[in-house]
């Protein structure tokens, strides 16, 4: 069974900190690595997709893979109280099947 | 550019009833589109995989026979659930693959709250 997991928080930041979000998988075959960020009765929206190690910067965003470790994480700088939603981690599982862990809430106290 | 829409955006409907939500690529052909369920605080759940033509695969556990999927074109895929119950109450998504594009990046759609009475 692949599984993603994520601390499910909340994780509260103080406005203008980095936020911090982590999330492991088992399928060490697994190449391509997502962050959504969801809105309460929303649905997700694509943040930042990683495929090699190292680290992606996005604006404020900074998405960080380790295969070896099979850790991705997700950093948000300059966190404001917009951001204060449910972040998920989502792994491709082969073809086009995706598995979605469920989620770290962050919030951002102004 | 990437636009999904769903429709409805919220139903609730009668015990027994059958609903059927609609999925709409807007601005691109999906080569692949998904239907996911999420229940509240939890994570989405793939319950199907659909390609235009063809029939739909279910994942482990997901009645076929309760949630038909359709996906008649490269821009409409639709996910109907017969003879709903409670228990099928549920935040239903869909998400579409481009044409073209990385196989693996999906473009949800806006979700459909669905409430059985």
């Known amino acids: 069974q692949k599984e993603v997991e994520q601390n499910s928080g909340p994780l509260s930041v103080p406005e203008g900190a980095i936020a911090s979000l982590n999330c492991t998988y088992s399928?060490?075959?697994?190449?391509?690595f997502f962050w959504y960020r969801q809105y309460s009765g929303k649905s997700p929206e694509l943040i930042m997709s990683i495929y090699s190690n190292g680290d992606k910067e996005d604006g404020r965003f900074t998405a960080q893979l380790n295969k070896a470790s099979q850790y991705v994480s997700l950093l948000i700088r300059d966190s404001q109280p917009s951001d204060s939603a449910t972040y998920l981690c989502?792994?491709?599982?082969?073809?086009?099947?995706?598995?979605f862990g469920a989620g770290t809430r962050l919030f951002v106290k102004a | 550019g990437a636009v999904v829409s769903q429709h409805p955006s919220r139903v609730i409907c009668k015990s027994g009833t059958s609903v059927k939500i609609e999925c709409r690529s807007l601005?691109?052909?999906?080569?692949?589109m998904f239907w996911y369920r999420q229940f509240p605080k939890k994570s989405l759940m793939l319950m199907a995989t659909?390609?235009?033509?063809?029939?739909?695969?279910?994942e482990q556990g997901v009645e076929k026979d309760k949630f038909l999927i359709n996906h008649a074109s490269l821009t409409l895929s639709t996910l109907t659930v017969t003879s709903a119950h409670p228990e099928d109450s549920s935040f239903y998504i869909c998400?579409?693959?481009?044409?073209?594009?990385?196989?693996?990046?999906?473009?949800f759609g806006p979700g459909t709250r669905l409430t059985v009475l």
């Open positions: 989502a792994v491709n599982a082969g073809g086009f099947k995706t598995i």
């Open positions: 601005d691109f052909q999906a080569t692949t």
């Open positions: 399928d060490r075959g697994s190449q391509s």
């Open positions: 998400s579409a693959t481009v044409a073209g594009a990385s196989p693996d990046t999906q473009y």
């Open positions: 659909s390609n235009e033509g063809s029939k739909a695969t279910y």
